[in-house]
């Protein structure tokens, strides 16, 4: 199959084809519905009707391509930046621009064959979008209260004020759309429900985790969860004397870490169970960093659990026993 290698910016894409023959055809578009649509009538002037498309997951910038192009029967694989990178390392690539990126990610396409993404549902994607505009009101709650207590000219603190105000009423409007969205699809809503069973979980980080993972479904098995999240450890080992200490791979998803950080420091605190386990890794002289971390890797399996099967979260059957072992 032809492979599409696309390297995205804010405002344009470039794209590398790679003929099954080996011939190679690049050229740019513009980061626009009109320009998806001359990408593909792109493809058509070469007489070809499906590719398999590759493209790097970096911010926002490819959701909307990948959409088009899956919902065009296009095959789509969204693929973690530091698999492209090392791949270009492996090549002894020593330049980087667009056209050498989009070549690079077509070559990478082509030679590991990576898996086909699967576009969220349309109340997902509704979902994120709802959730990250609340990320970016409260990010903005929190510079021009910044600002507003560093200034003392009252025009300047007046203006500010009414901005703050506009962004209160922002957010609660966006709070009210979350819970209406959530009550007009009973899936999600039921997903929310398991979610906030789980000791630690609040309705904010449910929200959170159902934006950014979509279907757990998706997911082989919880270690593949842990690891888009980037939660799963990383050994760095070389001979007989070099012995790092393991720590989280943090190749993955940033804003779910973030948003397991405060369940898991109170899932310590008020469960038994997850208190228990907490104990028995500081009794093997675990530091409290690489705790919590065990503790929010140990959430996540809990949560693939309860999604994946729909059941309620038991701490007694995923826990192990209660008491701490000294």
């Known amino acids: 199959m032809h492979t599409l290698g696309i390297d995205l910016a804010k405002h344009s894409f470039d794209v590398t084809l790679l003929r099954e023959g080996g011939d190679r055809r690049h050229t740019q578009f513009p980061n626009t ?22 493209m790097e997951a970096t911010n926002v910038y490819w959701e909307a391509l990948a959409a088009f192009l899956a919902d065009a029967s296009h ?9 492209i990178k090392g791949f270009a390392q492996s090549q002894m690539m020593r330049t980087k621009t667009d056209k050498q990126d989009s ?5 990478f396409c082509a030679q ?22 609340r990320d970016d009101l409260l990010q903005t709650r929190t510079q021009l209260s910044n600002r507003l207590g560093d200034t003392s000219d009252e025009v300047v603190r007046t203006s500010l004020e009414a901005l703050l105000s506009s962004v209160e009423a922002q957010l609660k409007t966006v709070q009210t759309q979350l819970e209406q969205h959530l009550k007009d699809e009973p899936e999600l809503g039921e997903q929310r429900a398991l979610l906030t069973a789980i000791v630690g979980i609040g309705a904010i980080t449910a929200y959170k985790l159902l ?36 720590k989280l791979s943090k190749v993955g998803k940033a804003g779910v870490r973030a948003a397991l950080y405060w369940p898991a420091i109170v899932a310590m605190r008020r469960c038994e169970g997850f208190k228990a ?25 809990v949560i693939y659990g309860v999604l994946k099967h729909k059941t309620p979260f038991d701490p007694s059957k995923v826990l192990g026993p209660t008491r701490s072992s000294t």
């Open 33 to 54: 519905p009109a320009g998806f649509t001359q990408l593909q009538d792109w493809l058509r002037a070469q007489h070809i009707d499906r590719v398999h498309a590759c």
């Open 211 to 246: 934006a950014e993972f979509g279907d757990i479904g998706g997911y082989g098995s919880a270690k593949a969860l842990t690891a888009d999240a980037g939660m799963n450890p990383a050994q760095f080992e070389s001979g007989t004397s070099v012995r790092r200490r393991t």
């Open 103 to 107: 070549r690079i990610i077509a070559l």
């Open 112 to 133: 590991c064959h990576p898996e086909a993404w699967t576009p969220p549902s349309a109340a997902q994607r509704h979902l994120r979008a709802l959730v990250r505009h």
């Open 75 to 83: 095959i789509v694989s969204v693929v973690n930046p530091a698999r």
């Open 277 to 301: 386990f907490a104990a028995r890794l500081a009794a093997r002289g675990k530091p409290k960093g690489v705790i919590i971390g065990a503790v929010m890797r140990k959430l996540l399996h």
